[in-house]
Each structure stands twice: as structure tokens, then as C-alpha cells.
């Protein structure tokens, strides 16, 4: 369902997307619906991409293991799958680029849209280790869902999430990537800064389908969903 809502004084339009997450067990009727503003012909960052709705359904799907846990979403854009992850119960950290501060008002529309009043933000730059990101809060989980979309960008992304990691051992980094390119890979710097990851299969959360919480997405997309965490020593 798409509302598009005519914006006065130079604002772009908003059109207003629902989603719904279901429970695809027969004992049980529980259900999400989450709303997220999208600017009309913006450019990218402020809609939802098909990566998001994948790993939304994935939030969705451990939503019992979210409850009241600390969660820190890079590359934030319009918040999709942090909006879940406020729904269900976790306490959420936005972030995104550094450089520019209109992805804290796309956040705040989307999360203003689902009653959601109560939310941090945290400006960053890949790779660089601020003052803010030194003193972050203990974090239980990290979420992006296509964060990894310039390859120039790949391992300064990764300098940032093993930071978070080693601060918080037992946390995970949970995120989706569109693949465009069979040659843009992150297996040689997840090797490099001993990470190591679990692929999932979509069809375990019911995400391999082309429409997903009653929209047109993912679409054709191939998407992937993959579980980053440090090694441990018998990894390494």
C-alpha cells in the first residue's frame, strides 16, 4: 500500500510504504506492520532497497532474541530493519554517513511514523574510529543491509564493524548484500581481519520469495544474507 502525501514549501513528496511481517507457523497469528516515508524520485538513501526488506524479515523472524538487546544499524537510510528491531522490543542506534546530517531527519520521519519517539543516532565515517564511536554503549548485535555497495568502501566498513566487534566479543554483525558483480567479494578481508561468517538460507526465514511483507520487493534481486562474527582461536 503506497500513499503519496503532498509536501508544501519545497519539501519533496512522502510516500508512506507498509509493510507487514507475518508468522508463517500455523499456531500462531502474530504480525507487524511497519510504515517507512520514502521521498518520491530521491536519489538513494532515502527508500527502502531490496536488501533492507530480506534482512527485515530476518530481524523479524529472531524477534524473540531482541528483546531489550542494544542494536547499532550502519548505513541507516530510511531504517527499515531497524524499525523492526524497535518493534520488537530492542533498544536501536542509528547510524550513517558523517559527512552530511539529512539521514538523521529520514530516520526520525520513519521512526516518527511508527510511534517510535525514543531513538539515538550516531554520525560516522567508515574506517574512522571517532570519539563517538569509542565511547558507544555496549552493543548485543549489528545490523546493514547493503552497506557493502561500493567496493572502495569494502574494507573500510569492515575496519569499522571488527572495532565494534572486538568491543563487544559476543556480538554479531547480521547483513544483507544485493549481488551485482561476481567479482566484488568480501572473502579475502573478512579472512584478513579474522572474521568469519554463516551464510543463511532465505527460504530458513521464509525470505526466497520475490515479494516479501506485502511488497514488490526484493523483486528479482539476488540477495544475500550472511552472519558476521570475530573468530575465535581455533579459527584463526
Not at 539529512?102 to 521512526?111: A, E, G, V, Y
Not at 557493502?148 to 572486538?166: C, G, H, R
Not at 573478512?190 to 516479501?212: G, I, M, P, Q, R
Amino acid at each position: 500500500m503506497c500513499e503519496i502525501n503532498r509536501i508544501e514549501c519545497g519539501i519533496p513528496r512522502i510516500a508512506s510504504r507498509t509493510f507487514t511481517f507475518e508468522d508463517s507457523r500455523k499456531d500462531t497469528q502474530e504480525r507487524l506492520s511497519v510504515f517507512i516515508p520514502e521521498v518520491v524520485d530521491a536519489q538513494y538513501g532515502t527508500y527502502v532497497w531490496p536488501s533492507a526488506v530480506v534482512l527485515a524479515q530476518y530481524v523479524w523472524s529472531r524477534r524473540l532474541d531482541l528483546k531489550e538487546q542494544t542494536v547499532l544499524e550502519l548505513g541507516a537510510g530510511v531504517s527499515l530493519p531497524g524499525v523492526v528491531a524497535a518493534k520488537c522490543g530492542a533498544k536501536i542506534i542509528l547510524s550513517d554517513d558523517a559527512n552530511t546530517l539529512l539521514w538523521q531527519h529520514t530516520c526520525k520521519r520513519s521512526f516518527d511514523a511508527n510511534n517510535l519517539h525514543e531513538v539515538l543516532t550516531l554520525p560516522l565515517t567508515w574506517g574512522d574510529i571517532s570519539a563517538h564511536l569509542a565511547l558507544l554503549a555496549p552493543l548485543h548485535l549489528i545490523l546493514g543491509s547493503d552497506v557493502f555497495y561500493e567496493p572502495a568502501d569494502f574494507e573500510d566498513i569492515l575496519v569499522t564493524v571488527v572495532f565494534l566487534l572486538q568491543k563487544n566479543p559476543t556480538a554479531e554483525f547480521w547483513m544483507t548484500y544485493q549481488e551485482r558483480s561476481a567479482d566484488w567479494t568480501i572473502e579475502a578481508l573478512l579472512h584478513k581481519w579474522k572474521l568469519t561468517c554463516v551464510h543463511v538460507d532465505l527460504e530458513s526465514f521464509d525470505a526466497n520469495k520475490c515479494e516479501l511483507a506485502g511488497s514488490s520487493l526484493p523483486g528479482n534481486h539476488n540477495i544475500q544474507m550472511m552472519l558476521i562474527r570475530l573468530c575465535t582461536d581455533q579459527e584463526i
